[in-house]
């Protein structure tokens, strides 16, 4: 059984700074993400990353939030800078059961944790 659990979600004024963790229990697959949604939003991917190191940003974030995962330890992280208020959102660590296709902001994901909150204040 895949279990993801996020830590690191606060509140911060705009300017600063957060940093979120998944552990992935259980998990073999080779692409990674983090998505948020705000309230009356949809769900958005904000960063995935692939076991290779590559790495897609959605282009609100790109410049700001960094993602990184140590593969040894199905952990993922995202370093997220110059946080603006519209960040505000409930982030969720997702990842894709599948080892095959593109690994992107828009791929389908299959396990999901249940969120951490980000609140960022003007």
């Known amino acids: 059984q895949v279990q993801l659990v996020e830590s690191g979600g606060g509140s911060v004024q705009s300017g600063g700074s957060l940093r979120l963790s998944c552990a992935a229990s259980?998990?073999?697959?080779?692409?990674m993400g983090w998505f948020r949604q705000a309230p009356g939003k949809e769900r958005e991917g904000v960063a995935v990353?692939?076991?290779?190191?590559?790495?897609t940003y959605a282009v609100s974030v790109k410049g700001r939030f960094i993602i990184a995962r140590d593969n040894a330890k199905n952990t993922q992280y995202l370093q997220m800078n110059s946080l603006k208020p519209e960040d505000t959102a409930m982030y969720y660590c997702?990842?894709?059961?599948?080892?095959?296709?593109?690994?992107?902001?828009?791929?389908?994901?299959?396990?999901w944790g249940q969120g951490t909150q980000v609140t960022v204040s003007s």
């Open positions: 997702a990842a894709r059961r599948s080892w095959f296709g593109s690994c992107t902001v828009t791929t389908i994901f299959d396990y």
């Open positions: 259980g998990y073999t697959g080779n692409c």
């Open positions: 990353i692939h076991s290779d190191g590559s790495t």
